[in-house]
């Protein structure tokens, strides 16, 4: 069992950046497989970026290569997801989620355990 909180959210001009943590208490952080995903109003959630257990395999959503950076502290118990060069299509309430598995995933139904969510705000 693992609980999990985003923080770092907020309203963003385009062309900046935000950081988000996800904070995971529980035990053996360090086994689960983690992910970011997003959701936008009236859209369904979606995938952005994944992490293997090791934090050295990374998989991204095409639509943020290259903007966005997934990393991990398991020292920390902590995921973070460093966004740059944000755009307006970028808004939407972002959620971290584990799974009982060492291997990073991009399918939702993958995932055992979810924040509550954090809502990015770009303005145009």
């Known amino acids: 069992q693992v609980q999990l909180v985003e923080s770092g959210g907020g309203l963003v001009q385009a062309g900046g950046s935000l950081r988000l943590s996800c904070a995971a208490s529980?035990?053996?952080?360090?086994?689960?497989?983690m992910g970011w995903f997003r959701q936008a109003p009236g859209k369904e959630r979606e995938f952005v970026a994944t992490i293997y257990w090791t934090g050295t395999t990374k998989y991204y959503a095409n639509s943020v290569k290259g903007r966005f950076t997934i990393s991990r502290d398991n020292a920390k118990n902590t995921m973070y997801l460093q966004m740059n060069s944000l755009k307006p299509e970028d808004t939407a309430v972002y959620y971290c989620a584990a799974r009982s598995n060492p291997w990073g995933s991009s399918v939702k139904a993958d995932y055992a355990y979810w924040g509550q969510g954090t809502q990015v705000t770009v303005s145009s």
């Open positions: 529980g035990r053996a952080f360090s086994n689960y497989g």
